[in-house]
């Protein structure tokens, strides 16, 4: 009976012993979460959002001045709409800086800054009321919208590697807008102002 009384003691303590380890096995392995936030990719990513931030707002100054230098009222409609989107895009980015931990804070973005100068540019550079000013305030537009659908597509990539699937989801509405943006501005250019364009002479 004392054997017995033994082993029944022994095989408990060894599973004490077993579960001791595994818990503390689990205490010293960090959450994906813990391990992100103090990652080289995590201070990129965070990193990259506040260059979008500053994208964003950018456009929210920029959009009104396509819209008031269009001729065509389809154009001037497409950039006063994408304007009431981009001021959710905003929010939006202020809502994944939450997410984050982070406040809201905005990192110049020299990509964005050098194509909202170029839309400032083809304004000086063609005869108001043109369909080849559309035109040009058209590329202007995409190419923004191409810049974002680009930054977008990668942070949203990013966001899920981290874990942060929350911001991955948040992001990926704001670049199925972007892509909507995108071709609805294709859809005005290929609806006439493009041949309108070819038409018009010189002055």
Known sequence: MQKTHTQSESSKTAKAATASGSKQAATKTPSRTKQSSDS???EFFVDELKDIYW???KLVKTLPKLQ???SS????????NHLTETEG???RLEQAFDMLGHKPQAKKCDAMEGITEEGASVIE???AGTATRDVALVLAGQ???????????GLIQIAKTLGHNDVASLLQQT???EKNADQILTGIAEGGINYEASEETED
């Not at 923004?144 to 597509?153: F, L, M, N």
């Open 68 to 70: 008031k230098a269009a």
């Open 125 to 127: 550079e063609t005869k």
């Open 143 to 153: 190419k923004a919208e191409h810049y974002e659908i680009a930054t977008y597509g």
């Open 40 to 42: 080289a990719l995590e």
């Open 175 to 177: 670049l199925q807008e």
């Open 55 to 57: 994208a964003e707002k």
């Open 89 to 91: 895009h905003v929010e």
């Open 73 to 80: 009222d389809e154009l001037k409609q497409a950039f006063g």
